[in-house]
């Protein structure tokens, strides 16, 4: 028979987001490894209205900032400093006086995020699951940090062995945003609630080690991946023309910062390199990023799509010469590795990391995976996009040597195979 887990998550799909995908892939293969796999997630209007009862949805009455907007009677699709008319250049800047005054009020309004609305609905449902079924472990996914609030509530409430994953940390994660004050109010939030965790995993070594001091404690690791159903072999789809490099995903002015990489791409063009270079950006189109590309005279060679549908951005991935991933560029952080990393490890094609406070991490998978190239500074980045361009002039592609059995190793199969370990543990350590 196999064992049961409850897992809970505000991401699930079909919410878009990366966190999702996490937790697609461990719900999809964990049953291959002896467990069977309950999702208590939110609510979302796109949801299947029959989910086969291996999910299940508390309502989620909205983000709390939402509904303080209401609560003002202000529009909820737009942000505060734009109501009360803080002019866009202000807004713009992430660490102007202006925005770090309106980050102070969300702080104290905010807490611990803006999705805990949604955990007393969670913890209600989720304490009539483990009353009226048998569970052998709960595993919650983080963040948001509520997931923790609500898994808390439910290992008290049933006695079960809680593995607390976190795809962010919580108190350390690398945007914590709202100040030493509310950082240190809110870990002793952190450190009381996760004290009745019986195991913890995050993403990278780096992350564990820091997570394990701070609750004093080991930390497992546990990587993102990719749906193996996604994975693309090298050569098996034909590449869009011209020297296309695509980029997709979030992007955040001064942190994942695409505009020195961009500069660099300008200089080189203006000394007549590059000519046929194409770069494509998916994900929000920010205004000071089309302001830089005009400051940067590259309009006919960025392209900004904005938001596109998954599929789409897939298949452009699978068609680029080059994939490009922004780090956080705070040298303070370390060990982020995004889900981005790993939907490119799907996409069968060269990865191209630059400027990273998670170099080393990032470097150390691209050089087991051979899966592409990370650049820590302009001169590495105008070696690597002067050689990749050459070989895309003498042979119409970039060469690269990937290792597919590495690659396969950070498949969401591989994933949920290590998570079944560490349930496994946890519940041979608690009986």
């Avoid at 029959?50 to 909205?62: C, I, N, Q, T």
């Avoid at 505009?259 to 390199?273: N, Q, S, T, Y």
């Avoid at 994939?323 to 990865?351: C, H, N």
């Amino acid at each position: 028979m196999p064992r049961r887990v409850l897992i809970v998550s505000y991401y699930f799909p079909p919410h878009p987001s990366v966190a999702s995908l996490r937790l697609r892939g461990l719900v999809r293969y964990l049953p291959e490894f002896g467990w069977e796999p309950t999702v208590l997630t939110a609510t979302h209007p796109q949801a299947p209205a029959d989910e086969g009862g291996r999910v299940v949805r508390a309502h989620d009455p909205g983000e709390l900032s939402v509904l303080i907007k209401r609560r003002l009677g202000l529009d909820s699709e737009k942000s505060f400093q734009e109501q009360l008319r803080v002019p866009e250049g202000w807004r713009a800047q992430r660490r102007s006086r202006v925005a770090a005054v309106f980050q102070r009020i969300k702080g104290v309004l905010v807490y611990p995020d803006d999705m805990r609305p949604w955990a007393a609905n969670a913890t209600r449902v989720g304490r009539e699951l483990v009353a009226r079924e048998p569970f052998d472990a709960l595993l919650s996914s983080s963040g948001p940090a509520t997931v923790n609030l609500v898994a808390r509530e439910l290992q008290v409430a049933s006695g079960l062995p809680w593995l607390a994953d976190f795809r962010d940390l919580w108190t350390l994660k690398q945007d914590y945003t709202f100040g030493e004050l509310r950082r240190a109010v809110e870990r002793r939030l952190e450190l009381k609630t996760l004290a009745g965790a019986g195991a913890m995993v995050t993403i990278s070594g780096p992350l564990a080690e820091a997570h394990g001091r701070l609750h004093g404690r080991p930390v497992g690791v546990i990587e993102n991946g990719f749906d193996p159903e996604e994975r693309t072999p090298p050569g098996s789809v034909p590449l869009a023309p011209g020297y296309r490099i695509v980029y997709a995903g979030t992007l955040y002015q001064g942190s994942r910062d695409p505009v020195p990489f961009l500069e660099v791409l300008a200089r080189m063009r203006r000394a007549g390199e590059l000519a046929e270079a194409q770069v494509d950006f998916y994900g929000d189109a920010p205004d000071w990023l089309a302001r830089a590309v005009d400051q940067l005279a590259l309009g006919d060679a960025v392209t900004l799509h904005g938001r596109r549908p998954r599929e789409e951005v897939l298949q452009r991935e699978r068609e680029a010469q080059l994939l490009l991933l922004l780090g956080w560029r705070d040298r303070s952080q370390r060990g982020v590795m995004t889900g981005k990393l790993f939907e490119y490890l799907a996409a069968g094609r060269p990865i191209l990391a630059w400027d990273s406070a998670t170099g080393d991490v990032v470097d150390a998978l691209l050089r087991e995976t051979g899966a592409g190239w990370n650049c820590a500074d302009p001169g590495q980045l105008e070696a690597t996009l002067r050689a990749t361009y050459a070989d895309y002039a003498q042979a119409g592609q970039v060469r690269w040597e990937p290792a597919a059995a590495a690659i396969d190793a950070y498949s969401h199969r591989a994933m949920a195979r290590r998570f079944a370990e560490a349930l496994d543990q946890l519940v041979a350590a608690s009986s």
